[in-house]
């Protein structure tokens, strides 16, 4: 069940090219809830009168297709605003990947808060479109190897260089991401450590061992 507190931690927060005051207006506008892990956000063709973005934790968009099968459309992590439709529903259901903090705002605040607020809803929209993107050149050019390289490349990226790079979602999730089976995931991240190019030191976490063969394998299709 979703809980609505207060939270303050505002300051640890990445911001949208360093808008630091439309974000923290943000909070005077909105409420902090929190899910449980796997718990959803909101549902597939729900209305999509609210904004999200994600204080703790991670959350993974997803669409079940006529036949059953699952498709992840993307996953967003700490600072990422998410659930922006060009549509009055959303496409894409969204769920907590893990036990998450989230900041819940009415969609008008951004077009009916001024200036500053209307640039960071912008922005939001451009960065989304960018993700969809890299997502179907993703899935459309390249190799098996080459996406799942670009995956941790793109979790090291955002880590903003952390020695320790979380991985706060399970072979399955990154396979309905990635258009592959989970074995392939499983045969792929064997063989990136296999080849020092990244170390697991735990199940949900890694090290870029060899930064420059991670960079050429995920750039390789672009």
Not at 46 to 61: F, H, K, P, S
Request: charged share 25%; with cysteine.
């Amino acid at each position: 069940m979703a809980l609505a507190y207060d939270y303050k931690d505002v300051h640890v927060l990445p911001t949208l090219q360093g808008r630091g005051e439309p974000v923290t207006a943000l909070f005077r506008m909105g409420v902090t809830m929190a899910f449980a892990k796997d718990e959803e956000i909101y549902g597939q063709d729900e209305d999509a009168d609210l904004i999200y973005r994600v204080l703790e934790g991670a959350v993974r968009t997803t669409r079940v297709t006529a036949d059953g099968r699952r498709q992840i459309g993307d996953f967003y992590l700490a600072g990422d605003i998410f659930g922006l439709e060009t549509g009055p529903a959303h496409r894409f259901a969204a769920e907590a990947v893990r036990d998450s903090v989230i900041l819940v705002i009415r969609a008008t605040v951004l077009r009916t808060s001024g200036e500053d607020m209307q640039r960071l809803g912008w922005e939001a929209t451009r960065r989304e479109l960018e993700r969809a993107q890299e997502h179907v050149l993703l899935l459309g050019r390249k190799t098996a190897c080459e996406r799942v390289a670009s995956f941790l490349k793109g979790l090291s990226d955002k880590s903003g260089g952390a020695r320790v790079v979380d991985l706060p979602m399970g072979r399955q999730d990154m396979a309905d991401y990635l258009g592959l089976t989970i074995e392939t995931v499983s045969r792929m991240l064997s063989q990136l450590q296999s080849e020092r190019i990244v170390s697991f030191c735990a199940t949900r976490q890694f090290q870029v061992v060899n930064s420059e063969s991670l960079a050429r394998l995920a750039d390789q299709a672009q």
